[in-house]
């Protein structure tokens, strides 16, 4: 007996077809307005606090890998400006860790744990 082996890729575009082939133009409509719909409907985290639409966090993601990609670029072609970011995160450290801020820090640390917990376990 022979065996056909169909990957998942495959299988997936099998039905997608299948289905788009035998779907009446109004249905295939209902169906796009759907899918299009879902993509830019906003949804909840676990905490029930609201997220970004599937096509929002896409565009989000995007943007921030080519803030990342230029960044690390920036970074290791100009020395001057990695001192200077080196300069100032040093000094963020120095102020967030002074002993006049720190208990102020853990303030709002401790607040924050708080209300994330509060809101996970209503």
């Given at each position: 007996?022979?065996?056909?082996?169909?990957?998942?890729?495959?299988?997936?575009?099998?039905?997608?077809?299948?289905?788009?082939?035998?779907?009446?133009?109004?249905?295939?409509?209902?169906?796009?307005?759907?899918?299009?719909?879902?993509?830019?409907?906003?949804?909840?985290?676990?905490?029930?606090?609201?997220?970004?639409?599937?096509?929002?966090?896409?565009?989000?993601?995007?943007?921030?890998?080519?803030?990342?990609?230029?960044?690390?670029?920036?970074?290791?072609?100009?020395?001057?400006?990695?001192?200077?970011?080196?300069?100032?995160?040093?000094?963020?450290?120095?102020?967030?860790f002074a002993d006049e801020v720190?208990?102020?820090?853990?303030?709002?640390?401790?607040?924050?744990?708080?209300?994330?917990?509060?809101?996970?376990?209503?």
């Amino acid at each position: 007996m022979t065996s056909i082996n169909i990957s998942d890729v495959q299988m997936q575009a099998i039905i997608a077809k299948s289905i788009m082939d035998n779907i009446t133009p109004e249905n295939r409509d209902e169906i796009m307005r759907n899918a299009l719909a879902e993509i830019m409907t906003p949804t909840k985290d676990a905490y029930n606090r609201s997220k970004n639409s599937p096509l929002q966090q896409a565009f989000v993601n995007a943007a921030e890998n080519v803030a990342n990609k230029i960044a690390s670029e920036k970074l290791e072609a100009d020395d001057s400006f990695k001192a200077e970011i080196e300069k100032l995160f040093n000094e963020v450290s120095r102020r967030l860790f002074a002993d006049e801020v720190r208990e102020i820090l853990i303030d709002k640390i401790c607040g924050a744990v708080k209300d994330g917990l509060s809101e996970r376990y209503r």
